[in-house]
């Protein structure tokens, strides 16, 4: 991922020359520098996600077969009074069966049973 400064400082807020060795490739910023010389490549999202994330991606996805093979699902939406996130526990017909609290349906994305 690229980031280009210019438009978050604007160029006549250049950063002052670094000290520190240039990365392979690129031009040492010296005080003659145009701002063009200080645009920063930064790479902050990895190529794939961490394995705790991809562990925690699985067991979402069982929690949500089992889910399905009961018969039942979890449905989120916002309630437009206040704002806030309802989470129901609905059957295959669409029928509420019961509101889960937010603590409680990220138990059920953990493993945890929803009854």
């Known amino acids: 991922m690229n980031f280009d ?10 950063p002052a020359p670094t000290r520190s060795a240039p990365p392979d490739g690129a031009r040492p910023a010296t005080r003659g520098a145009s701002f ?3 645009l920063v ?12 994330v991809l ?3 699985g067991v979402a996805a069982d929690a949500h077969e089992q889910l399905a ?17 309802v989470i129901e526990l609905r059957d295959d017909n669409g029928s509420v069966l019961r509101t889960v609290s937010p603590s409680k349906a990220l138990g059920v994305a953990g493993g945890e ?3």
């Open 55 to 57: 562990d925690a991606i």
């Open 69 to 85: 093979a009961s018969g039942r699902q979890l449905h989120f939406r916002i309630d437009e009074g206040s704002g806030k996130v």
């Open 113 to 115: 049973s929803v009854d």
């Open 5 to 14: 400064l210019t438009s978050i400082i604007g160029p006549q807020r250049a």
């Open 41 to 52: 490549s930064v790479d902050a999202v990895p190529a794939t996600p961490p394995d705790e």
């Open 36 to 38: 063009a010389d200080h």
